[in-house]
Every structure is written in C-alpha cells, then in structure tokens.
C-alpha cells in the first residue's frame, strides 16, 4: 500500500509556517488532501491570501484540495493585562470584569470578552483559563464582577480563553462576526465551514442559512467541543454535513477522563448516520517543536483511524510549528499502518435497515457484492458525491473512485474516508457509454489493468442528484474496454 491508497484523509492547518515559498507545494506532494483556515488567528485578509495561494498550488501539483474555513464562535476569552502577563496564586482573590470599560488587567482582575457571563454563574462553579492551565472557583457576582477564588499557581497572559467546566454558557454559536466571515468564505469559494461551539441543531440550521445567503454551497462542519453538544449530539450530527471531534474546548469542559468515550462515541454515531468525522486537536503536538512524534501521539492517530474517522486534523503543528511537512509524513505513515490492521470484513449486521433512498440501496449492494467476490474498484459517477459518501461508510478492500464534472463536488469529497475523486465529463452520455468511457479513462490513467473487475454506480438518467439507482458489474479487457459482467 503507497500513499496514493490511503484511506484517511488528511487535513492540515495553514499559518505562518506554511508562507514560505514551495511549502505548500510539498505539503500537498507529503499528502494533505484539505486544507484548514483558521478565522480565529490573523486578520481575515490573510487567510484569503492562503486560501488563493493554495489553489495555485494545488493546480501546480495537480491534485484537487479541499478548503475548510473555520469560524471563531463565541470563544470567551479574558481582556489584556498591563504588563501582558501576570502570576497568580492558589487560595488568592481573582476578579473577572463585565465591562465594557474594565481596566486593563493586574494581579487582582481582568476584563471579559463575553459581558454576560455574570448571568452564566453561580457560586461553586469552576472556570477555567488557558485550555485548563489556570482554575478559578466561582464565590459569588457582585454586580458587573465575578468574584473568584485561584485554585492552582500559575502565570496568565492576555487573551486567554475561558470555559465553564460542565458547560452552561448561553451564548449562541453564531456572532455578528462569524456571519460577516461566512461572506469572506464565499469569496474565497470555501468548501467546507466549520461552525465553532455549536450547542444544538438551529445553530447548524443558522449557519447552513447565512451561508447560502452569502451564495456559498460549502458543506457544514459542527465542531463538538461544548458540554451542550454532547446532550444534543444526535440532532447536531442529523443537521450537520461533517462532524468534528474538536477535543481541545470540549476537554477542557467535560474532563479529560470523559474525553476518550466520547471521542469514540461521536465517531461511531456520525458514521452510522453516514456523516464524515474529523479526529483534532493536538494529533502530534509534540511535532511544534520536535521533528518525530512520540508514541503515545502515534498511538492516539492509530486508534482514531481504527476507529473509523474520516480524517485526521494538524493544528499548530502544521500553522506554526518547525516541522509542517515532516507532522503531514508522520500522519501519513501512521494512518498506512494503521489501515493494514483493518480486518475488511463489512459488519453488514450493523448496516442501517429500511433505506429510504435507492442510491443507499445500491452502495450497500455495491459493498457486499465487493465483499463476496472481489473487485479492483467500486467506481461512482455522482452529480452530488451521495453515493459516495455512503460507500465510504463500509470498510471493504476495494477502494472507491468518484466521478464528477463538478470541481466543487469533488473538493467536498476530499475529507470522505476511502474515496478518491476523479474529473469526469458525462453530460449527454447514457449510463452504459459513460460506463465503458468511465472505465477507459481510469485504464489510461494507470488505474486499471487487463482482467481488473469494478463495480460501477450510475443513475441511468446522468447529470441528476440523487438519481444514482444502477449497477454494473464489468471487466477490462485490452486497451481498456468494459465488458459486463452483470446490471442490477
């Protein structure tokens, strides 16, 4: 197995690190498949420089790359300090300021971003700063003023983020801002956007909306990193596209303890409603400033890929880290290794029953006539990349090769676990020419060889969504010609 068959897809951070001159052209030859934004960091002027850079790196490469722009939410987070930083210590008052007016910041208080988090608390809660780093207990509010106890020693800096261990915050999901960068994402023809601290279905709703709005067709990613996602996890997966496991925040609220369960949970619920998952935060974080990651890293790629996510996410290691091309490497290597730990026999027991949608119906049939008899390759032609993605929802030993003539819909497939999407112009053919056409054109490209078999989906009336309702059992003969084998 290479590189070009992997399975998991890798998703990869631009920042500072990722600027320099042939950068991005080596990540994408290392093996990035979609690229992050991360609206939170830098002026957004910035990120639509990278998004432009990156698609003409990817033209020079000749790979098709994914853009995720991910937006910053409500993200609470303390005001400044007069000297930039300060240290506390346990057992001492530590004054939070809702002000609009709050001074800057000293041993003793600091302002807030969110003004209303005096609304949110009540006496014996416990914030916590910096990912965690830093614990207040909360003793009472007195007026704009949250009075707090320091529960550990340590230094704090400006702009730190906070969070209510347990969760409880009423803030929505989507900010003024955030709907302004859903227009910059348009601009920039994002594919995918990310909606941070999502609480529930309506905020997924109220994203999808201001993003159509703004025109843009982006596929819709919630990130799970409140305590409130967890309670409603099912209805957010239902109205999401693609889910991310964003473990940094939802760590921090829920308790490391709980964290592996869970990440475990969201990435088996998100793949049996047939939604791509995203496995982030911290994959190789040692890999900022080391060249190798360390096992316990290696480990916890290992087990995400085994347990079924899509794709595997760098933050800072790839943004702002000394080794951006050796952490994309590294997650290659890992994610191959573990793949060949997969034993491929589909779990047809746990498939869903009582399909709606015929082109369900047909990848499943797909899936299982690959299982039995074995082909070279599960080929779809998709107008929309539905057929796809339920195909990419079994394992199964034969990869998955996805047609389209939409440059959009095939950049949205670039996070589906198991599909690799090709270019393909099918307008005005029949379902059994576009078939043999399909199927030479893999030939030429070195994708097929003489007695290779593949099972082909197609609608039989092509170029509709969701029309796919057609299987084809063929078999290439010389020069690249199908022969069927067989039609359901």
Not at 40 to 49: L, Y
Not at 155 to 165: E, F, I, M, P, Y
Request: net charge negative.
């Amino acid at each position: 197995m290479t590189a070009k068959t992997r399975r998991t897809k890798i998703l990869a951070t631009l920042g500072p690190a990722t600027d320099a001159p042939g950068v991005l052209d080596a990540l994408l030859n290392a093996g990035v498949d979609c690229v992050r934004l991360n609206f939170s960091h830098g002026d957004p002027s910035a990120q639509v420089a990278r998004a432009n850079a990156l698609r003409e790196a990817a033209q020079r490469v000749g790979r098709e790359v994914g853009i995720l722009v991910d937006l910053p939410g409500p993200k609470i987070r303390i005001e400044r300090f007069e000297q930039g930083r300060v240290q506390l210590t346990a057992g001492e008052r530590f004054d939070l300021v809702a002000s609009a007016n709050a001074p800057m910041g000293n041993e003793r208080e600091v302002g807030l971003s969110y003004l209303g988090l005096v609304n949110d608390v009540v006496p014996g809660d416990t914030l916590l700063l910096d990912d965690g780093m830093m614990q207040l207990r909360v003793e009472r509010v007195e007026g704009d003023r949250i009075v707090n106890t320091v529960l550990n020693d340590g230094a704090l800096s400006d702009r730190k983020g906070l969070n209510k261990l347990g969760g409880g915050l009423s803030l929505g999901a989507l900010t003024e801002r955030d709907r302004e960068l859903i227009k910059v994402a348009a601009e920039i023809g994002a594919d995918f956007i990310a909606v941070s601290f999502c609480r529930n279905a309506q905020d997924m709703h109220d994203a999808r909306a201001a993003a159509r709005e703004a025109g843009c067709d982006a596929a819709m990613v919630s990130k799970i990193e409140r305590a409130e996602a967890i309670e409603n996890l099912t209805e957010i997966i239902h109205a999401s596209d693609v889910v991310m496991v964003a473990r940094g925040d939802l760590g921090v609220e829920i308790g490391d303890a709980e964290l592996p369960g869970l990440q475990k949970k969201i990435i088996r619920e998100s793949t049996s409603c047939n939604r791509v998952v995203i496995t982030a935060t911290q994959m190789l974080q040692s890999m900022v400033d080391s060249p190798i990651p360390t096992r316990a890293e290696v480990l916890d790629v290992a087990n995400s890929v085994i347990d079924g996510t899509d794709a595997v996410m760098l933050s800072q290691e790839s943004a702002a880290g000394k080794y951006p091309i050796k952490a994309v490497e590294a997650l290659v290597r890992i994610c191959l290794g573990a793949e060949r730990q997969f034993a491929h026999d589909t779990d047809f027991e746990s498939a869903p029953r009582n399909l709606e949608r015929a082109d369900q119906a047909i990848a499943m049939a797909a899936m299982f006539i690959s299982e039995h008899i074995g082909v070279r390759a599960i080929v779809a032609i998709t107008e929309s990349g539905g057929t796809p993605r339920f195909l990419s929802r079994f394992r199964s030993p034969s990869p998955v090769f996805a047609l389209s003539s939409d440059a959009g819909v095939r950049r949205r497939m670039s996070l589906m676990r198991d599909v690799t999407s090709l270019p393909f112009e099918f307008l005005g053919l029949g379902a059994r020419e576009a078939a043999r056409r399909a199927a030479k054109q893999m030939f030429d490209a070195g994708l097929l060889s003489v007695g290779d078999s593949l099972i082909f989906t197609s609608g039989e009336t092509m170029g509709q969504h969701g029309a796919t309702n057609t299987l084809r059992l063929l078999q290439v003969s010389e020069g690249g010609v199908a022969q069927g084998l067989g039609e359901l």
